[in-house]
């Protein structure tokens, strides 16, 4: 249903995107002016959130029970409207870029343009349509509003709408065409509800004084306000699939269309649209980066800001832009100098090439507005090596093709770095141009602990088979083992310490064969050839470190003898199938096991079982053996006491909807990978199965004894912007568990059909491995490594992973700290204030922000939406800054525990 939703969305985005486009064309036409700015130029957004308001003599603000939602967001700075503010860590690009939602209580603009010759211009005018009203300033000054009302306690509001601009002639919401109206989607609007609905769009023509220009820079900052919603929404009688108190269809601060024009383009340099030539702009880290993107030509190169503490790895980036092809590109970085020096070879140079998407509107019944004229290609892998030439992009709107190459940097701080802010200069050459970048590097007074020592539980899936297939070398062969160890050295920095063995061939971890190779030996008599598994270790210690649960894949849903209840459509076989080996030809080749009930099975597994065991003791590792695996698929009871028998002290894995502790009561499960267990996630809202009541804080899952994580089962993940992937741990330990798990590290659409489109997984190859029917979906999927051309390589994904590990270790830190009492009062006051304050973000940032529709799309259901309002909305608080303040803050906390 969601898929067929999204592709009649895509259509209509495209209409509307069109038809607004058609619209600043004809506006043109009549007047004969030049653009200035428009809606698609690249604009700075800072967005203010707060509950929705209803007039009702007074004011009043609609509370959803929810603290993240009910609670309101920090203003700008005073002084935004001035032209020297400083604004790089506002949201960058089109005004179609902000959020889209009736959260949305305030929109501040920055469009910046340059004046050569303020005398030159004769007269600059603004046109705009919007959703509420607008206040108009240049260069700080005030110079126009437009249905502003009032202030209500520092709010400034819009005009308020008639009633009849929120409810049909049937007393029912009014929304957009498509909408979820009344307990069912599909809404229709009658001509009186389309005549309603053209209530929303108030427009304006602003004069703007050309005395307030000034040579160079300019600012033509916009306040966007809302309107109060009326309370005739009190009386709507409809029926409703949501616990809020209403559905609140359509934003009252919005922007539809915007145009700064003057009669000619005299002594002025025109910003709407992709500047012609060579280009170098600032990109924020958790931006998703298209080839439409273009940098505002009137706006500053700033240094590229990373800010993190000692023994971290951060990253930063920029981005290159031409209106030609970009051949050659290469960047270089020189040692940063600072306190101490940290050498180049701490730095690493990464390029973005297209792979993957991005959700570029939120998935609801409304049909949103997508923020590009034409569907752009996303640049979500990260290369060592540069595409020889990078292609120009289409046309967007009146912005011409040009080609975009995301450059990033990334710096792995030593530890004994003194703390203190480093300098160097990034150098960055094409065949057309070159260019320099300062790049600024703040160490901060803490010190992450080691990878290897998170307490953040991550465990991203390698897939030998993948790379095998997607580079076409033989399995387990030298060059095989050499992609394998770039995966693992990839993921290293997440702290992923999980490893699978297979014992048994076509699982659901998509093996062809089993990595422990069977030799037969007579008539039910086996040996093994454990090569395989030997050399896998020793990469695994190599390039990611010690393990702490390896698993022993011994178990698989076709082993069942029959189908279990609301999974018939599994394939069963009630036999293992496992790779045989021949010492002598060397081949393999797969083939069946005697039942789990054969009388030879118990000694034939029981000595394998042992033999793995000893090997694994040699390295250390004897107590991280675990069984695996299972999903809401169980073994039948016979098969669990069975390995019950043979091997008492092993757990089971089991990756699922529940949270296992005893399967049929008898065999201990030691790890859970969960969609919902019962647990509870520190965000207030009730999940499927909840137990206990809900609530908004931080539940410190990190201190739960049990390894037991969250598993977002969602095949689309990987498409979620990357404020999603950045806090995804940390939604993990603020919950009742430990973290995250079942996420695939280089599990990627390696199948192909004949169009050499990418259309499958490795565990697609044979169905009887598969965890997914009719009544379930569990397979592993949203990979964070992506195939270059010369193996697996990182995705913008794991970058964002990567930085948001590290911030829960300084969470954890912190908290563990807080718990202890080991610090004074006043530290512990601004600890938690900060803490709260965080997680209150995060609840907002990965939410949708969309008050009405059933719960996989509205506010509450951030799980299963990609939450790009939220995404939109954290990218202009200054999160970095708040990043920077937790860090700081558990330096202090070190500090103030060494001195005890």
Known sequence: MKMRLKIVFNLFFCSISILCFLNCIEVLAQTSQVVVLDLYSSWRMFSVIKPPVISEGTTKPVLFNLKWLDSET?????????????????????????????????????????????????????????????????????????????????????????????????????????????????????????????????????????????????VLAIEVCRSAYDKVLNNVKAKRVNSFPHDFLWPTCYVVDLQLTSPSASGLVLSPSRPTGFQIWNADLLEGDFDLDFGNPAEPLKPVKIVGPRNGSFSGKIHVG???????????????????????????????VPWGGEVLVDETYNKLRPPFLTSPTFMGGLSDKPLKEYP????NGNSPPGSVVPVWITVKIPKDAPPGTYTGTLVVKTREKSGTVPVELKVLPWTLPDSQNFRT??????????????????????????????SFKLISDTGSRMIYISAISHTNLGNEESMIRWIKKGANKYEWDFSVMDKYLDVVQKYLGNPKIVVLQVWEVYMRSKAQKRFEDFITKGVPQVTFYDPITKKTENGNLPPLSDPSSKSIWKELINQVKDRLKKRGLEKTLMLGMFCDAWPEKEDIEFFLNIAPDLQWVQEGHGLVEKVYDIANVGYNASVWGGFRFGDGCRQTNQKGDPVTESLHGWKRPRIDVVFERAKNLDSYPATRWYFFPETGITSELRGIGRIGADFWRVIKNKDGRRVGFVYERFREGSWEGTSI??????????????????????????????MCEARIYIEEAILKSSIRADLKKRCETALEERLLNMWRALSNLQIHGPGWSNAAGWRWSAGVSGHRYFLSSGWQEQAEKIYTLAGEVQREIEKR
């Open 74 to 218: 920090a203003l700008p700075p005073k002084d935004w409207t001035n032209p020297d503010m400083d604004d790089s860590s506002w949201l960058r690009g089109p005004i179609t870029l902000s959020p889209n939602t009736s959260m949305l209580a305030k929109l501040c603009l920055r469009g910046k343009f340059t004046v050569n010759y303020p005398l030159n211009v004769r007269s600059l005018t603004l046109f705009m349509k919007y959703h509420g009203g607008i206040i108009v300033y240049l260069n700080g000054e005030e110079v126009g509003r437009s249905h502003i009302s009032k202030n209500v306690k520092g709010d400034i509001l819009a005009e308020d709408y008639p009633p009849e601009a929120f409810v049909t002639e049937n007393n029912i919401y009014l929304g957009p065409e498509g909408a979820h109206v009344d307990g069912k989607p599909g809404f229709r609007l009658s001509e009186e509800s389309k005549r309603r609905t053209e209530l929303w769009v108030r427009s304006a023509k602003i004069d703007i004084p050309v005395k307030n220009l000034r040579k160079g820079l300019n």
């Open 322 to 352: 031409s209106t030609k092809p970009i051949e050659d590109i290469s960047a270089s970085i020189e040692d940063l100098k600072g306190p101490s020096l940290i050498p180049s070879s701490a730095i690493k140079i990464r390029y973005g």
């Open 392 to 395: 120009l992009s289409g046309e």
């Open 457 to 486: 539980w991550v465990e991203l899936i390698q897939s030998p088979d993948t790379l095998s297939l997607e580079y076409n070398v033989p399995l387990w062969s030298e060059k095989h083992f050499d992609l394998i160890a770039d």
């Open 777 to 806: 979906s569990l397979n592993i999927c949203n990979p964070v490594l992506f195939p270059g051309a010369e193996g697996p390589q990182a995705t913008n994904r794991l970058i964002a992973l990567i930085e948001g590990v590290q």
